[in-house]
């Protein structure tokens, strides 16, 4: 099981390392107004798969483990009910972006861009949903061909697009032709599924999107932050100074990508513990304590590196050290973040962590709003810390709130092995069932 893990954190860094190389080697081919557009597209990205993705890659790592009695019901059932969902919301979105485009004239992208983009966003999201399929069938060579496979793809052509035509839409361009290839190589994949797949059960995907709306919702905060800041630096100091906050943001982030690894790694043997006391503890304990030392080491790492490699960048990117100061101690919460969240995901209580991230999300919209006017780069860095600081308080003090009502109450702890049977008879008993 080790093996498989460490295999598929494998392909993971080697994707997501070769994403942010991309993002650190486009300043030498785009000026600092067209970074700065980057930045957008880069945050809007984030926000837009979760929308349109609507957490459906989650769902089926969750689902496919109780279900396998179906395989072969499971891949109709599931992609198509996820896709019931998208698709209107890929139509809902495009309706938007041309209705801003009409009555603003301030939006940066012209509306064949958008929309290019936002076929690229649901390619994409297919796409991850086909990488959950291969990694719950165990088929470790083909996932990390494809994964490692297509981001060179993307890096590739972005590269050389942006290299000819010296404009931020190029990320656009090569993103979508790269998602789209990456279909080829995954056609035998889809095609052998499809031919041995039965009708699909409406049930399953309605149950499908139900799993994955709620882990959508927590996720569209956090995204819409990350586009908050950009968008109001946009807005009140202009998009060179977006460019230099997501240079800053970008090399800063590579924390939070070696901490993603870490618990990609150990996560699962954390949920194999049956009673979170006091096994399960002492693991996420562990797993806490590792994530701080590899973040706080990878800090001063990072910082010496950024000293060292901004002499290379245009002089501006330099006015970022400040705000890449306070996200290096932004970033280094984020064991701490995970640490709450996955105590309450072990007590099913995760469901209260979304209304906490829009509140979170609404108080950094506000400190934006203050801070970015007067302060720039600086106070969007600013608020982004003290909103991450509010989140990692609040998340925390309800897992230890959730953690001493378990303690009170046993029956609830032993109940939770008798809810999962319940639900999986019960789901097993719909997918016995011809599809509605």
Not at 70 to 78: L, Q
Not at 152 to 179: N, P, R
Not at 207 to 217: A, N, Q
Not at 242 to 249: E, H, L, Q
Request: proline content about 3%; glycine content about 8%; hydrophobic content about 50%.
């Amino acid at each position: 099981m080790r093996r498989l893990f460490l295999s598929y954190s494998f392909g993971e860094f080697i994707a997501k390392g070769l994403n942010l190389l991309l993002v650190l080697v486009l300043p030498f081919a785009l000026d600092q107004g067209e970074y700065g557009r980057l930045g957008l597209l880069l945050a809007s990205e984030a926000v837009l798969m979760v929308c349109i993705g609507g957490g459906g890659g989650s769902a089926f790592l969750r689902l496919y483990s109780r279900l396998q009695r179906f395989p072969e019901r499971f891949f109709t059932s599931a992609f198509f009910g996820w896709a019931r969902y998208s698709l209107p919301a890929l139509v809902l979105a495009v309706v938007c972006c041309a209705a801003l485009s009409l009555f603003d004239a301030s939006i940066r992208f012209a509306l064949p861009v958008q929309i290019l983009f936002l076929c690229y966003i649901f390619l994409a999201a297919a796409r991850e949903n086909v990488y959950s399929l291969l990694r719950v069938e165990q088929r470790i060579g083909r996932y990390t061909l494809v994964k490692i496979g297509s981001q060179v793809a993307k890096v590739g052509l972005v590269g050389a697009f942006a290299l000819l035509f010296e404009t931020a839409d190029a990320y656009v361009w090569g993103s979508f032709i790269s998602a789209l290839s990456s279909f080829v190589l995954l056609a035998d994949f889809i095609r052998s599924r499809v031919r041995i797949a039965q009708r699909g059960s409406r049930k399953l995907g309605r149950l499908v999107v139900s799993f994955g709306l709620p882990l959508m919702l927590g996720s569209i905060a956090t995204s819409i932050m990350g586009l908050t800041d950009r968008y109001m630096l946009d807005r009140f100091v202009g998009a060179e100074e977006v460019g230099v906050y997501t240079f800053a943001s970008t090399v800063a982030g590579a924390n939070f990508f070696l901490l993603s690894m870490l618990s990609f790694t150990m996560i699962p043997g954390f949920f194999a513990f049956k009673s979170f006391e006091p096994e399960g503890e002492q693991y996420l304990r562990k797993m806490t304590y590792l994530g701080l030392v590899l973040t706080v080491g990878s800090s001063i790492g990072l910082f010496l590196a950024f000293q060292i490699a901004i002499v290379r960048y245009l002089p501006e990117y330099a006015r970022g050290n400040a705000a890449f100061l306070l996200l290096q101690v932004k970033f280094c919460l984020s064991p701490l973040y995970l640490h709450g969240y996955y105590m309450l995901l072990f007590f099913n209580a995760s469901e209260r962590v979304p209304l906490v991230t829009f509140l979170v999300c609404a108080l950094n919209g506000v400190l934006n709003y203050v801070l970015i006017p007067t302060y720039g780069i600086w106070g969007a860095a600013l608020a982004t810390l003290l909103s991450d600081v509010a989140l990692v308080v609040t998340v925390n003090c309800l897992a230890v709130t959730i953690r001493r009502k378990a303690a009170r109450l046993p029956a609830l702890t032993k109940s939770l092995s008798t809810n999962n049977s319940a639900l999986k008879t019960a789901i097993s008993a719909n997918l016995g069932k011809t599809g509605e």
